[in-house]
Nanobody
């Protein structure tokens, strides 16, 4: 089973930036970022398909967040720019161990499809 370790969370003011990192212990078909705010469901933020490099974003973060991967380090990054208070949440990385039709609606951003999860890292954005 793949083990994922996130890092990079913290507290920033609105308009600031943070970069999250997710190191995987083994092979992953895709790595995604999810977030969960208090009292809300976990929602998909972004996904990196390690097989072909395709990326996916939720409408809430598109044009502000960028997902990337360093294959040599087996690490996926989430660069978050122009952060807003509504981005405050615990951010989790999650991995798919086997191929999945990520382009189909409701696949990459559905938590139950994922095989492994990190422990989460807190991101807090103040006004």
């Amino acid at each position: 089973e793949v083990v994922l370790v996130e890092s990079g969370g913290g507290s920033v003011q609105a308009g600031g930036s943070l970069r999250l990192s997710c190191v995987a212990s083994g092979y992953t078909f895709a790595v995604s970022w999810f977030r969960q705010a208090p009292g809300k469901e976990r929602q998909g933020v972004s996904c990196f398909n390690a097989y072909d490099g395709t990326t996916y974003y939720s409408d809430a973060v598109k044009d502000r967040f960028t997902v990337s991967r360093d294959s040599a380090k087996n690490t996926v990054y989430l660069q978050m720019n122009n952060l807003q208070p509504e981005d405050t949440a615990v951010y989790y990385c999650a991995a798919l161990a086997t191929p999945a039709p990520l382009a189909q609606p409701g696949v990459w951003n559905t938590a139950r499809y994922y095989d492994a999860w990190g422990h989460g890292t807190q991101v807090t954005v103040s006004p």
